[in-house]
């Protein structure tokens, strides 16, 4: 049975710090995905990683994808208000796409 | 483009009622999916559909039935709804199986 573990399930931090929330997880894949979801709403797709060595960034967010390791990390910089909300990983065991497993995800809140 | 729509948004049932909830979507994408979200829990997959006419069991499929007659909607259906069932319910499509995935606004359903 597949496993996705993030780690840390809360994060509270200062605007203009820097943090990395981890996604372990515990099958052979090759894509990654992260999401972020704000309280009460939907998900809302944040990055794509599809092989080995993988990274994407997008303003103060930035995604990676280690197969070998079994781990995608995603780095905040000068962390903003705006970024809190909780963000989630999902793993593709089958590399098809349909089968997506989600991690518990990480509720970031930054305080101003 | 209204992107994913669900149907209902708020629902109250009583043990042993049934139902159904309505997904659509206006992007021609191939791929549908049932998640259900727990609090304070990562999405999990009831049932998934890879084209008009196919569907398939996701992680958690037992006391839900779909069918996707249409390309554009995919149905879930409750036939003896259970407190168990209590759950917040979100709709996605995507393209390919290696894309994205689009979510919709979700749905709040309570079992008493």
């Known amino acids: 049975e597949l496993k996705v573990e993030q780690n840390p399930l809360f994060l509270s931090m200062q605007e203009g710090k820097n943090y990395t929330i981890y996604c372990n997880y515990s099958t052979t894949s090759d894509r990654l995905y992260w999401y972020r979801q704000d309280p009460g709403k939907s998900l809302e797709s944040l990055f794509v990683l599809l092989s080995n060595g993988a990274v994407k960034q997008e303003g103060r967010l930035m995604a990676s994808l280690d197969t070998k390791a079994r781990l995608s990390t995603l780095h905040i910089t000068a962390a903003v208000h705006d970024l809190s909300a909780t963000y989630f990983c999902a793993v593709d065991p089958n590399n098809a796409g349909n089968m997506l497993t989600f991690g518990g995800g990480t509720r970031l809140m930054v305080k101003p | 483009n209204a992107g994913v729509t669900q149907t209902p948004k708020f629902r109250v049932l009583k043990t042993g009622q049934s139902m159904t909830l309505l997904c659509a979507q206006d992007?021609?994408?191939?791929?549908m999916y049932w998640y259900r979200q727990d609090p304070g829990m990562g999405l999990r997959l009831i049932h998934y559909s890879v084209g008009e006419g196919t569907t398939a069991k996701g992680e958690v499929p037992d006391g839900y039935n779909v069918s996707r007659l249409k390309k554009q909607n995919f149905l879930l259906g409750l036939e003896s709804a259970a407190p168990s069932q209590t759950s917040v319910y979100f709709c996605?499509?995507?393209?390919?199986?290696?894309?994205?995935?689009?979510f919709g606004p979700g749905t709040r359903l309570t079992v008493t």
């Open positions: 992007m021609n994408h191939e791929y």
């Open positions: 996605a499509s995507s393209l390919t199986g290696t894309v994205e995935q689009y």
